[in-house]
């Protein structure tokens, strides 16, 4: 099948880590090349944000990045990046004009308007994963909350009109339905997780005191790093790891790692909070694999790819009990479920876990076990052409009805 990604702001050549690059930048990356290897002719489309950017990229996986001229060519935050989608789905308009694929799946609602335009023009079937929905982020964010204005009666357009509309966990279906997208219209389809280089064999980083959390993300509000860092102070012998944010040499530029670093000081625990910066890929499996625990207790978490990473190495993860975090972190099995925002449970609960290392071994053995079962992302491309399928008959179900 040929297939067209299209992912306004998430290039998949980027490296994870900072403000606006993070899980969906790794989702389509993997996706395309897990569709890649099943056959599937992948074209992804982003925004060009500089001037070296050439215009078409073969990545080593054999997917294809077609950057597009569309606004200026520069990195702008994603939620300023609405005025251009014009520019960007009459570029893919005229594309797919002479050359039109299968089937295109948008990522992120600001994908969705580009790709609406392009693929009304075109006959072209359209697959949607929000991979962030505007309605949870403005309940959680309230006036911090950055998106343009109209994101919400946008998204719901996006989603009432999209052949299909892929959730990546089960509480995404809730609000998609409240959203007024017909719930056969939905499919529920996990991110995965790359088993060749999560695995829990493999060197670990050096640690620094007997015992050692380490969370990862994007440096933003709302991934709650504060919430460790206050569960630290009731946890002597223990260092915090906070990777993400720009490279270490630009950290103390960084808004959110100042305001962190401060929160730190105040609480006594300044000493015992390591910032590696942005952290590559390669580098991550051992960073995981050196915690006695991963924490990750976000105010909201539409998937959270970082838990699953974890439980591919083998380590118990501490996860707020929020969005898709509920789903891939089983409660006294894989990990511990916390309620959000409560720094006295998420120290106990650690405590209790730090205690007792054959239970920590225990759930990351799980952890481990559930991850490969479940989540590699050649199941995950193989449950996303079911989907695209719906959409575009299977080529021998057609012949078959012949
Ligand atoms: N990540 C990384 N280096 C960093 C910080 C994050 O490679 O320094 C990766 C992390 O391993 C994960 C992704 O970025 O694969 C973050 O995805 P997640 O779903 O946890 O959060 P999102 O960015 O989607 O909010």
């Known amino acids: ?83 251009y989608m014009g520019e960007f789905g009459g570029f893919l308009r005229d594309r797919w004009a002479g050359d039109r694929p299968d089937l295109v799946h948008a990522h992120f609602w600001v994908s969705g308007l580009a790709t609406a335009l392009a693929a009304s023009a075109t006959g072209t079937p359209v697959a949607q994963t929000f991979h962030a929905l505007g ?136 000493d015992r909070v390591r910032w590696p910066g942005q952290v590559s890929r390669k580098d991550m499996p051992a960073l995981l694999r050196s915690a006695d625990a991963v924490v990750c207790t976000p105010w909201y978490e539409p998937f959270g790819l970082v838990p699953l990473e974890a439980m591919a190495c083998g380590i118990p993860v501490v996860a707020a009990a929020v969005g898709g975090l509920t789903d891939t972190v089983v409660d006294g099995v894989t990990g511990l479920l916390v309620r959000p925002h409560q720094p006295r449970e998420l120290a106990s609960r650690v405590r209790r876990l730090l205690d007792d290392p054959a239970l920590g071994h225990a759930y990351g053995t799980a952890g481990h076990d559930r991850a490969v079962a479940r989540y590699s992302w050649d199941r995950v491309a193989a449950d996303t052409l079911r989907a695209y399928h719906k959409l575009v008959p299977h080529p021998a179900a057609t012949a078959e009805a012949r």
Request: net charge positive; hydrophobic share 35%; proline share 9%.
């Open 1 to 83: 099948m040929k297939i067209a990604m299209v992912s306004e702001h998430a290039n998949p050549l980027a490296a994870p880590g900072e403000a606006d690059a993070g899980g969906q930048n790794v989702h389509v990356a993997e996706l395309s090349a897990a569709l890649t290897r099943a056959g599937h002719d992948v074209t992804v489309y982003t925004r060009r944000e500089s001037r070296e950017e050439p215009p078409e990229v073969r990545t080593p996986q054999g997917f294809r990045v077609v950057h597009v001229p569309a606004g200026p060519p520069r990195r702008e935050p994603k939620d300023h990046l609405l005025p």
């Open 135 to 270: 309605v949870v982020k403005k309940r959680y964010q309230g006036d911090m909350d950055t998106s343009p204005a109209d994101r919400i009666r946008l998204e719901r357009i996006i989603g009432r009109q999209a052949g299909r509309v892929i959730a990546t966990c089960s509480d995404e279906v809730f609000e998609l339905s409240r959203l007024g997208v017909p719930r056969s219209r939905i499919s529920v389809i996990p991110c995965g997780v790359d088993l060749e280089r999560f695995t829990p064999d493999g060197p670990a980083a050096r640690r620094g005191a007997p015992h050692r959390l380490v969370a990862v993300g994007r440096l933003v509000p709302r991934k709650g790093f504060d919430i460790a860092i206050t569960a630290l102070a009731q946890l002597p012998d223990t260092e915090l790891v906070i990777a993400g944010g720009p490279k270490r040499s630009r950290l103390a530029q960084d808004p959110e790692a100042r305001r962190l670093r401060k929160l730190a000081g105040r609480l006594g625990v300044g």
